[in-house]
């Protein structure tokens, strides 16, 4: 049973569902001596509500962190760190006429097999993308200790539907602009282009997908366990949990399956006294283990998929066929929410394994 | 530390490296009373050479497998079954003269930084792809539990290099000519496009990578944990243990990102009393779950690292630029052998998920 | 790091600090099904107080549940359940004139090694006696459990300081008296005698300790798991959670080591077609499995470290000799406030056990 | 399942069984570096012998190291270091007459239930004393990490049967005579008193028990996780392990019951500008943490189950009663082989927490 948990020293466990009361995290073996108050979460917690109001569901979730263990005098203790965002705006009512009809693509069906109906359904209760809000939260902390050892984390869109911003984007680029537009691209004219996919899908009562890509800096070669623990497998398998993804590549990723190994292996040459490579192939990652240049992985997001098209379902009450309009708020596109929501999952990731190969001390000192 | 296990219930260990005495597996878990016999691993540590001795390296390595603990009157105990295969053909002096030059796209720069250059580095030690023998072994076990489910595990080549075999494969052609054709692939025409496209990268002294797939039939629906221990997340995370694997992704997987919802969501049917989905776009995974549909995905695997084509490295004694032609035996695609390998590791996956939903008794009654 | 949880398959993570706002537990893995309301804890809350207020610390904790996540329409639904106490009285200002001075015999001192000085010190933080309420709220739900097998769990006092209550107590003497008594001890005439002795060391500005015994019926033959995780291993384990537990012992325990094995190996026999040992020296664990028959263990508990009386200590901040006497309020004797918190701790060893074993369906049928 | 498995960090894995090719331990999580040869083991192996054959079972096993995976060069590589210890001598055929008659304080009746019959009954199978030659394996190399730290641990016999040895030892007589008596008693008077109570117990046709105590100096404080992986805790679970031990206590243990806090509140004074306590009644851990003074805990050895007099079981085929009388050659006290094994286990326990705690660097320089 269980699956609420990750990571081996960073250990997040999240809670909550969709209709709860909160959503929340417990996380044991955050390093004591972090200071940590709640307006360091704003930020990021904002991030999930994108700019423009049109083109994401109606449910606006302005969320606020309450602490309720693990924090003394301003600073983590190294006891566990509960926190939780409270859930105020809930339309269940919007549940009960449909609950025996699983929504296609949802996780409905399997979760009724899984818990025998006792599953809290309303929303897609545990299953629900509202969840991530707790990956947001570890995200915070994950990154606040990642910061002590300078190290960044910078996920954006990349693609929605059939727009697709394959240009090389400058870091800076990225840093200003992920946060600025509507839907975390950083190239503003692919983001007006995006913005309109989104609309035009909104429209046609449909849905739409994306990929988002991260990029890490500043991660030391050497970091990740083989076999069965390796940098990349944690990261895709940590990925997963985020609602929607579908796929996780690094570096050429799928590409790399039609090139040949003279162009696919990255060069070694000494820079300043360091090892680097000349191409950035592998994603950062070998072996399992970070080369010392920076990640790049990216993720599929299938399309939503909650749309007010009629769909054909099925009634688990009755065993016959049925036909489904979902009424519910709900997003066209998922992909600028889960930005952030890629961005903390990586993070919580690295830390852990950052503190497994002894990167990070036990207690921090300022 | 550590790293070298996966699995919950069904827990796999290996250990072993390239040119060390053996390379083995440790299960813990399995249950009691399952019939086992070393002459149930021959066929499975067969396919791991291909039909058409050209098209891979000489290292020819015809294994056996040794039991030594967990197996009494022909049957599991439940105690841990140890089980390895010897390592008889090793030209370790290979790699005597290149210890300090790390090989592009090998794990030997970060494996020597994680290490402090204790790692033994001859082939690659504990980060060569001779260690997936171990998943054979282990894969063996695993399936033959899976088949107490009448669960099957199949997987065969998709694409190498240019050469991408996209038809819609029957069951029966699946089935009978992944094992027969030299590449895995299951269609005949094919394969020698494949084998042709094998060879021609061999003639330029270089490698070539390629997709493989995965169709797992009759999992029953409702298999996985939420939230971070996801089906398809620890599949992803597992498969990431076999070296050269650089992306995966389930059903329409990263093309799903440029699908609406209304293409994208699989409708649900009743179809003799079963929930079924008319389509296959989740892949047999929603919500992290089993659907009862069957499981697909698929894995890029880059081309082979070890090319005869000279190479820039650098020198880790002396922090210089160096250049670096690979001289030992080595495979010009591993697409082929790794097919048995990504098998093998979807069952063990499988497996382990399978007794933690309670659908495997802990003891087996013939 | 980490370390707050404990479990396999129930997975039971307590956090809170003594004077935090909450004590709670997250538990993940509780099959859903289960019937479960806020009144089901309040028996076993209350059982925390002992009956004679003058025998324990003027600090009374009538606690009260509050749930957060994992059930809905009043049953458990295989989510992480989450439940906490408010922590309402707390006067953290005794603990600020001390706080540099470690009191003896208490955590304080390899606390503030542990945790560089950031741990919340206030009446010992995490370490305190008082977060094993949560233990309790993990208990309440594990016993529910273990109900739908038939087993009970049961707590007791065998010795308070020099009286020792070596009688063999009928069940009904158990059942009916280990709640009723001040001091938790079956027999009446004993009890009285405890409540003098704790008194007695009340007087005298000084403490007291004791050995709780706990049976355990009904548990099926074959629960435990060798080599490392057997059940005397683990309920030994986790009884060590418990603040001032400084030994454990199963059945004839240290006794067993003056005895002959002619003496202290159960025979066996038939009885009722059922195999039984016609003696209980084994407390019903051999090899670290169950053996069917009770299960029988005593848990030795120190005196509680604060006193009245002056004592010696050291001041960590100058790194001189120092003089403490403890002012906050306090108990005289932890035994009769342990009993509940021994009881809760097998059960919730046990739980995991018996879903280790697949002896608990993952879903619970009404 | 599972539950072969111990340690976070330093994780050992053993497998084998008495009557199978070989006994043998798997350490994922050993620092690279570690200078390791095959002679290193031998004298721990040895120390399994008594030095007085007349009070050990002629079942002599002269067993010597095998190496299988993990060192490179004379050092340990930090990848999975795999050692057996091959079994030669196992007469199988004494066991075949009476494998459905369970011996009684055996593991034999719950393993038979445990695994459905398939459990290799032989000599006990998984659950024999010989396994414990896999803890003194790992134990070799958990010393000799903590011999990088200066951490010493010493285990040696209190108590055989009536002959309680009391007095306090000197570090000197405990390092010279543990080795050289027969029954692993540092004081030589006691230790032929032993030696006599055993005689005594074997021409009775009967077994005779004992107590273990460890001392461990050198401990740094804070070592240990609270709340449910405290040292204690850890420590008493993988002392459980080893076959016949029916209590675990740690200073004044169950003594501690019957006293007062004045009397075993450990007072702290600073002695050469370290915090030292004056009296040892905490053994050494206060809050599941280490306090920087010596670790002393204590073991009670049951009386070996193997007797010759003849004893009551039941036929398990049958269901009915039975007799036996157990011819094998067996122990007549296993405490002198048990205290090797009980310094092993301690010292596995130790180092896992010295990692867990960041104190062991993940590479070990020379």
């Known amino acids: 049973m269980a699956g609420n948990s990750i990571g081996r020293e960073f250990t997040v466990t999240t ?7 909160v959503v929340g995290v417990l996380i044991d073996g955050c390093p004591a001596g972090l200071a940590l108050k709640e307006t360091d979460f704003q930020e990021e917690l904002d991030q999930r509500i994108p700019n423009n109001p049109n083109i994401v569901s109606p449910r606006m979730e302005k969320d606020t962190v309450q602490f ?8 983590t203790t190294g006891a566990p760190l509960t926190l939780t965002v409270e859930s105020k705006e809930t339309r269940s009512s919007d549940y009960e006429a449909t609950k025996t009809l699983p929504r296609p693509a949802h996780s409905d069906y ?27 939260l570890a995200g915070v902390v994950a990154k606040k200790l990642l910061a002590h050892q300078n190290i960044e984390v910078l996920a954006y869109t990349r693609t929605i539907g059939p727009i697709n911003s394959q240009k090389e984007f400058t870091l800076t680029q990225i840093k200003e602009n992920r946060k600025a537009t509507s839907t975390r691209c950083p190239d503003l004219a692919d983001d007006a282009k995006m913005e309109a996919a989104i609309l035009s899908a909104k429209e046609a009562g449909d849905s739409i997908g994306g990929v988002i890509e991260c990029l890490t800096l500043n ?4 970091i990740g366990e083989p076999l069965f623990d390796t940098l990349d497998g944690d990261l895709a398998k940590a990925l997963f949990s985020i609602p ?3 796929g996780v590549e690094f570096g050429t990723g799928f590409r790399a399956a039609q090139m040949r190994g003279s162009e696919n292996n990255d060069a070694f040459r000494i820079k300043d006294g360091q090892v680097i ?3 950035q ?12 240049m920076p990640i790049i992985l990216r993720v599929a997001i299938k399309p939503t998929p909650s749309i007010t098209k009629e769909q054909q379902t099925v009634d688990l009450a009755t065993m016959t066929n049925a036909q489904l309009g979902i009424k519910g708020r709900h997003d066209y596109c998922i992909v600028p929410k889960a930005v952030p929501v890629v961005e903390a999952t990586v993070a919580i990731t690295l830390i852990d394994h950052l503190i497994r190969a002894g990167k990070i001390p036990k207690t921090l000192r300022s």
Do not use: C, Q
Not at 15 to 21: I, M, P, T, V, Y
Not at 281 to 292: P, R, T, Y
């Open 244 to 246: 929607a993804v579908k």
């Open 281 to 292: 192939n592998a994603g950062g990652i070998m072996g399992g283990l970070s080369n010392g």
């Open 277 to 279: 490579t000349t191409t």
């Open 110 to 136: 399997p979760a009724h097999i899984r818990y025998g109906g006792f599953n809290d359904y309303r929303g897609g209760g545990r299953f629900s993308g509202r969840i991530t809000a707790a990956h947001i």
């Open 219 to 222: 991660v030391p070669a050497g």
């Open 15 to 21: 809670f909550g569902e969709s209709h709860g009361k």
């Open 68 to 75: 309720w263990s693990g924090v003394f005098n301003g600073k």
